[in-house]
């Protein structure tokens, strides 16, 4: 039975490192009563075919990985073990995989950035007379070079949400990001890459210098957003999700506070996609919470980029799409600038055109959202991929 | 020391403190005390634990703490 999603309709089981494949089969059966037969290595491959057409379950005793038909009671109850202590780690849908095709030629780079980026380009923003000013955007990430030159006589406030560490960007990924939503226009040697070239600024640092965080500083930063009235929170982050697992119920209620408080949570849908192979991952977490937008990226020709996690199921989807490939943007000093590419880069096009919008229209929370998505431009590709569209400067 | 994240009932925000140390009793080490968006985070001993901070009168969400990684800076994909 295979489904729309690209998956078969029968479940993959893992077994936990600690456990056997013989307490792993004994758990499957005591938890929803299906046989799985154990797969030996001596087995002809016709015996091999027969038996995975005909049993419930197929336990691949040497990889620890059972493959199981289980109706939805018995999908929940293996679930539920794989939440709980015992042998089962973990539980997710087979997929249907195919071949990886020929990778298509390289093209030489026909965009112009002479003067601005090809991202601010597709979004509209050098015809936009929107700036942001007034508007204070929080950008969550791994820091900000405070002494970057071209951030020279900004209003920029900064707070570190990690353990031993300044705001000050060891990694590049936060100065890059902010950047892109609020960087100059006007740059000595380069494009102008910013897109809200005049909001404020707010530097949180809840990721480290290695790149890595937790939800504890990850609502700590949001926490400090709201309260310092930031219209925009943009969060490049995301931790990556199995299909049809529900969304924190925390940060969406997190999220709901942030919109009654006028604040609009923006977030990176994710990289786990590899549509090279077909293989298109859910919108990770905290992105596919209902209140926060999710954003997946596209590349200069206006395609969904490979790695743009897509709606799968009925649990996240992806709200808008921005660019997200081989960004030019701001990098700690002496480097300066790098290009970049992911849903990470993607986001902060969408928080600086949300600030545009906040500071021409007075709109925030809801009205923000349903501006940005009424006024992104359609494009024609699946809105599991791209929900409402391209974001457009106002 | 699984550590845990905590959402709180709109009506428990008027006096949180009194459900913080509720927290507490019920075997929550506090780290922040979230005042606007109503959220509680810290870290308890042993899992058996989540339930009672679950039964606490004010608490809303228990959810263990995830982690999040952008990867290291030369990446491929950020």
């Given amino acids: 039975m295979a489904t729309s999603d690209g998956t078969t309709g029968r479940y993959l089981v893992l077994y936990e490192e600690s456990a056997t494949a013989a307490a792993g089969v004994q758990e499957i059966n005591d938890v929803t009563g299906i046989q799985t037969v154990s797969l030996d290595p001596s087995d002809e491959s016709s015996v091999v075919a027969e038996r995975l057409s005909q049993a419930d379950g197929i336990s691949f005793d040497k990889l620890r990985v059972a493959c199981v038909d289980a109706d939805s009671a018995q999908l929940s109850r293996l679930r539920d073990a794989a939440a709980g202590p015992g042998p089962i780690a973990m539980v997710e849908p087979e997929r249907i995989v195919h071949a990886i095709p020929a990778a298509p030629a390289t093209e030489a780079s026909t965009l112009d950035e002479s003067v601005y980026t090809w991202g601010l380009q597709a979004i509209g923003a050098p015809g936009s007379d929107a700036t942001g000013k007034g508007i204070r955007v929080a950008v969550l990430d791994t820091g900000f070079d405070v002494k970057h030159p071209d951030f020279a006589g900004r209003t920029v406030t900064t707070a570190s949400f990690v353990k031993d560490e300044d705001v000050q960007d060891g990694h590049g990924h936060g100065t890059h990001c902010i950047g892109t939503s609020c960087g100059p226009r006007k740059v000595d040697g380069g494009p102008g890459y910013g897109v809200a070239y005049e909001a404020e600024i707010f530097a949180g640092k809840v990721l480290s210098n290695k790149g890595s965080g937790t939800d504890r500083g990850i609502l700590a930063g949001i926490e400090w957003a709201i309260n310092n009235d930031c219209a925009v929170i943009s969060m490049s982050l995301g931790a990556a999700t199995a299909p049809d697992t529900p969304f924190s119920p925390l940060f969406e209620e997190v999220a709901v506070r942030a919109m009654a408080a006028g604040t609009l949570i923006i977030a990176a849908a994710g990289n786990e996609s590899d549509r090279r192979v077909g293989r298109i991952n859910p919108v990770g977490h905290p992105a596919n919470c209902p209140s926060i937008m999710a954003v997946g990226a596209t590349d200069p020709k206006t395609e969904i980029a490979y790695f743009s996690c897509g709606t799968v199921g009925d649990i996240g989807a992806v709200d808008i799409v921005a660019p997200g490939w081989d960004v030019h943007s701001s990098v700690p000093m002496p480097k300066r600038y790098a290009k970049m590419k992911g849903t990470s880069m993607a986001t902060p096009h969408v928080a600086g055109v949300a600030a545009q919008i906040a500071q021409k229209y007075g709109s925030r929370a809801w009205e923000l959202w349903a501006r940005l998505a009424q006024g992104s431009r359609r494009l024609p590709l699946p809105s599991t991929d791209v929900g409402s569209g391209l974001v457009q400067a106002p | ?78």
Avoid: C, K
């Fill in chain 2, 1 to 78: 020391m699984p550590r845990v994240v905590i959402s709180l009932d709109e009506t428990a925000l008027q006096d949180i403190d009194e459900t913080v140390a509720a927290l507490r009793r019920a075997g929550l080490s506090v780290d922040d005390v979230l005042r606007t968006t109503g959220v509680v985070t810290g870290s308890i001993d042993g899992t058996r634990v989540l339930a009672d901070l679950r039964s606490v009168s004010g608490v809303r969400d228990v959810e263990q703490e995830r982690g999040y990684d952008v990867g290291p800076p030369d990446s491929e994909v950020q």
